[in-house]
């Protein structure tokens, strides 16, 4: 018998870079292809999938400002990187046959429909999955906190964080590979020990509106449907 799932309707950000495969730069379309699979795995079971897909295997604002660039035109930048993600998605999730819908924050209408919450209900009510694209739609945000505030809106049960690592740890596991692993952490944990694993205001945003995020790795082969039936290796950010 298949295990209910634990979540139904979820919100899943999937890290930019997590596109881009054994690639420096850009989309791997093998690595698409198995994600589509998955969210098709998940909706099949009968899970509602809102996706916020990142930008950072393409481009980031920080990196012109860095430079000495105007941050607020490389953020623009970073958030036209979320759409062309988002598209590539969205054409993905339809070969393997699900319905896909891209909603923009940033109006490209000749491209993609541009998001409103109510538009968005419809279309989840109706068992389309939505790729929610450009972020918040303003500069100085990220995607993390893109996908909280459609977490949010969307009464999402759960906030998945879909990325390179399978867990929240002490310190970056990139960088310290002796890093401990957590199973479980309240929000404050995360908040108050700075632990990178996604912005403040992404999880400030989780925890003032009881969103609990679950951070998993997203190159584990199962791994969508597996945290929705609450098996498999992932964290649990919550009260
Ligand atoms: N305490 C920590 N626990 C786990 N991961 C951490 C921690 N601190 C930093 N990280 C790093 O945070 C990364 C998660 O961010 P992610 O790669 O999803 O980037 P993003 O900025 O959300 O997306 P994008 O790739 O689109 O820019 C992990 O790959 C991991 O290396
Ligand atoms: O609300 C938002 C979301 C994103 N941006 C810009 O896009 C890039 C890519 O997003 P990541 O979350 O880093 O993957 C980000 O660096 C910002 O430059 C934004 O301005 N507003």
Redesign the pocket.
């Known amino acids: 018998m298949t295990k209910p799932l634990r979540w139904k309707r979820v919100l899943l ?7 881009m495969g054994s690639q420096t730069f850009g989309i791997d379309p093998a690595v698409v292809e198995r994600i589509a699979k998955e969210i098709a795995d998940a909706v099949a079971l009968g899970a509602q999938v809102g996706v916020v ?5 393409i481009f ?1 604002g920080v990196a012109v400002a860095a430079k000495g660039g105007n941050r607020v035109t490389g953020d623009h930048m970073g958030m036209l990187a ?1 759409i062309m ?1 988002s598209l590539t998605l969205a054409d993905a999730l339809r070969r393997v046959k699900v319905p896909a819908r891209v909603l923009s924050a940033v109006p490209v209408p000749s491209i993609c429909e541009t998001f409103s919450q109510r538009v968005a209900e419809r279309y989840m009510e109706d068992g389309d999955v939505i790729v929610f694209a450009g972020g918040t739609g303003n500069p100085f945000f ?3 906190s893109g996908a909280a505030l459609r977490a949010v809106e969307m009464k999402c049960d759960a906030f998945l ?5 399978d ?9 310290n590979p002796d ?1 401990e ?1 957590y199973d479980s952490l309240s929000y404050e944990d ?1 908040i108050k ?1 700075d ?5 403040t205001t992404a999880i400030a945003l989780a925890r003032d509106n009881s969103v609990p995020v679950i ?1 998993f790795s997203i190159h584990s082969p199962g791994s969508l449907v597996s945290v929705l039936q609450e098996t498999g290796l992932y ?1 649990v950010v919550g009260a």
């Not at 897909?53 to 295997?57: L, Q, S, T």
């Not at 867990?167 to 960088?175: A, R, T």
């Not at 632990?195 to 912005?199: I, S």
């Open positions: 950000k999937l890290s930019g870079e997590a596109l897909v990142g930008g950072g295997n980031r979320t993600n990220t995607t993390d964080k879909g990325t390179q690592v867990g929240v740890y002490s310190e970056d596991p990139k960088v890093a692993r995360v020990r632990l990178k694993v996604m912005d951070v964290t």
